[in-house]
């Protein structure tokens, strides 16, 4: 990343100062709020795996802040650990960061790799997710999971290994398969889809068939495409208001109800 626009963020307070000084800062690093830190997670070869998380100005008094894992686009593979926060949820974050309620953790995706859940990727992203749920205590049972293009297909492919995982997802301009559509329905996973009508057409007829074939199987799901827009519907479904109030209705538990809950004869 070149000097200036790492200057530029300092300056601007986007991330803290303790990036200038180390990429991979440790979870006992002061965490101010309002800002994007540093954090770094180990696997279990040692290998290390910077990634970024943004800590709300405003965290509950009672503790246990709702938590939202990110997963950007194939634009923002690399190991500079910052792109990510460049495009999607991170721009939106900052406008909104007086009042944005969630802890956001965000990783980077390795040149060439993908999010989706068998890869190591995947596993090391939900990985930092748990770290940073233990460092903050987060709700167990505010957990959205949201990402773009790549990561939107990363989002649908991690929550059908487990749906109760989440209290929704919210996957955008991504390849959604017919074949989840079974487990997000007996989840009753809440899922709110987003995509530009001017997209690709296979993106666009693929998520319009999975708008269809959620609604007839029952699914808690919405669909939102947007008239104009080609691939970069993410600007505007980040900036919806109504879209953080909808996440933060959701939670683990009424899933669990609902699924629980006998079926009308």
């Not at 709702?66 to 650990?81: D, T, Y």
């Not at 999607?88 to 980077?108: E, H, T």
């Not at 980040?238 to 996440?247: D, H, I, S």
């Amino acid at each position: 990343m070149p000097l200036p626009r790492l200057f530029v963020l300092l300056l601007l307070g986007i991330v803290s100062p303790a990036f200038s000084q180390t990429k991979s800062a440790p979870p006992t690093a002061p965490t101010p709020p309002g800002k994007f830190h540093p954090r770094s997670y180990t696997d279990a070869n040692g290998g290390k795996h910077p990634f970024f998380i943004f800590v709300p100005g405003k965290l509950p008094a009672e503790g246990h802040p709702p938590i939202m894992l990110f997963l950007h686009g194939s634009g923002e593979r690399g190991s500079n650990n910052l792109d990510q926060i460049m495009a999607g949820i991170g721009p939106a974050i900052w406008k909104r960061k007086p009042n944005f309620p969630f802890i956001v953790v965000l990783p980077q995706c390795r040149e060439g790799a993908n999010w989706l859940a068998e890869n190591d990727d995947a596993k090391w992203a939900l990985a930092m997710l748990r770290q940073t749920e233990a460092e903050f205590h987060a709700d167990p049972d505010r957990v959205v999971l949201t990402g773009l293009s790549m990561g939107g297909s990363g989002t649908w492919s991690i929550a059908t290994v487990d749906p109760t995982a989440w209290s929704a997802i919210v996957p955008m301009c991504s390849r959604p398969s017919l074949d989840t559509v079974k487990a997000f329905t007996a989840a009753h996973l809440p899922i709110w889809n987003f995509c530009g009508d001017q997209d690709r057409p296979e993106t666009v007829s693929a998520n319009r068939a999975m708008a269809e074939a959620l609604k007839v199987a029952g699914a808690s799901a919405n669909y939102t495409e947007y008239p104009g827009i080609g691939h970069n519907c993410w600007d505007n479904a980040y900036g919806t208001a109504e879209l953080y109030t909808w996440m933060l209705a959701q939670s683990r538990a009424k899933n669990r109800s609902a699924a629980q809950a006998p079926r009308a004869q």
